[in-house]
Nanobody, 117 residues
Framework: QVQLVESGGGLVQAGGSLRLSCAAS????????MGWYRQAPGKQRELVAR???????NYADSVKGRFTISRDNAKNTVYLQMNSLKPEDTAVYYC???????????WGQGTQVTVSS
């Protein structure tokens, strides 16, 4: 079994910053890719950022230059530093981890990010 524990969401004013963390544990000895998705009310879940070893991270156009994804392989943890937050960034943010080998994908429980204007 694999567990993903997210933290770091909350309420922030426009222009502020938040840092999300997601730690993977359990039967996940090697990770291929880690990422963050978000889902706003009434909208589909969308990719925010994704990082894979040996590749340049990719970002949604809407967050380029404001968000930075990083990972600590020793801790099986992925981070999302979010700066210059906008009200349109308000959503539930989900961690996504792809295990190496069988490429199974796991999801976190989601963490709410609310940006007030």
């Amino acid at each position: 079994q694999v567990q993903l524990v997210e933290s770091g969401g909350g309420l922030v004013q426009a222009g502020g910053s938040l840092r999300l963390s997601c730690a993977a544990s359990g039967r996940i000895f090697s990770i291929n890719a880690m990422g963050w998705y978000r889902q706003a009310p009434g909208k589909q879940r969308e990719l925010v950022a994704r990082i894979r070893s040996g590749y340049i991270p990719n970002y949604a156009d809407s967050v380029k230059g404001r968000f930075t994804i990083s990972r600590d392989n020793a801790k099986n943890t992925v981070y999302l530093q979010m700066n210059s937050l906008k009200p349109e960034d308000t959503a539930v943010y989900y961690c996504n981890v792809q295990r190496s080998g069988d490429l199974t994908i796991y999801w976190g429980q989601g963490t709410q990010v609310t940006v007030s204007s």
